[in-house]
């Protein structure tokens, strides 16, 4: 799997856009980027993934360069209980997942 | 509901013990894994298992064992071998290991040493 970098901590205030940085600069053609968040003293939570096209769900829209090199996860209006580490992955579709890697991700902090 | 469920959520180990964290999920999923979590670190992967009666050792397998019996179940022991169990054990479970497939968590257990 590409190596990823995120920013270890961020803050964004309660109804505001939180946008997370990942930085994927030796992705692969075929590499999708996955972002999950944990809350804490939980499980990781699947969030969303993408190839090449921005995708968009319930949860959180995905942005991803056309470069390819890097993304951002955007929670349009984040509230109290998106305060979570968030974590950005890439790993190809063939590739199972116990080869998905989970760093120290980056910590946001929603603020009232 | 359909989900993992991991228990006890708390269990503390007293020196020289072996301690069994338990795991199950009714997802129907093929492919459970245990990671464990240090404070303010990310997961490591111990074991995982891709269908019953067979399992792979992770990153970490050292001190630890499995067993997969059921579909639905996927047992971890710590052993008195592992010299540092503190830390958050994560199981998940997924549809398959073919690729593409999303994790799904359980709520985790804390193991602490007495």
């Known amino acids: 799997d590409a190596k990823t970098t995120q920013p270890t901590s961020m803050d964004c205030a309660e109804g505001r856009a939180a946008n997370l940085p990942c930085n994927h600069s030796?992705?692969?053609?075929?590499?999708?980027v996955y972002w999950y968040r944990q809350i804490h003293s939980q499980g990781p939570q699947y969030i969303i993934h993408g190839l090449k096209n921005n995708e968009t769900n319930e949860m959180a829209s995905l942005i991803i360069t056309e470069d390819r090199k890097s993304s951002t996860l955007i929670l349009p209006h984040a509230t109290l209980r998106d305060t979570a580490v968030y974590y950005c992955?890439?790993?190809?579709?063939?590739?199972?997942?116990?080869?998905?890697?989970f760093g120290q991700g980056t910590r946001l902090t929603i603020n009232p | 509901d359909g989900g993992i469920t991991q228990s006890p959520k708390y269990l503390f180990r007293k020196e020289g013990q072996n301690v069994t964290l338990s795991c199950e999920q009714n997802l129907n999923h093929d492919a459970m894994y245990w990671y464990r979590q240090d404070p303010g670190q990310g997961l490591r992967l111990i074991y995982y298992s891709q269908i019953v009666n067979d399992f792979q050792k992770g990153d970490i397998a050292e001190g630890y064992s499995v067993s997969r019996e059921k579909k639905e179940s996927f047992p971890l022991t710590v052993t008195s071998a592992q010299k540092n169990p503190t830390a958050f054990y994560l199981c998940?479970?997924?549809?398959?290991?073919?690729?593409?497939?999303?994790?799904?968590f359980g709520s985790g257990t804390q193991l602490s040493v007495l």
């Open positions: 992955i890439v790993r190809t579709p063939f590739q199972g997942a116990q080869k998905l890697v």
């Open positions: 998940a479970s997924s549809t398959g290991t073919g690729g593409n497939e999303k994790l799904f």
């Open positions: 030796t992705i692969s053609g075929n590499e999708y």
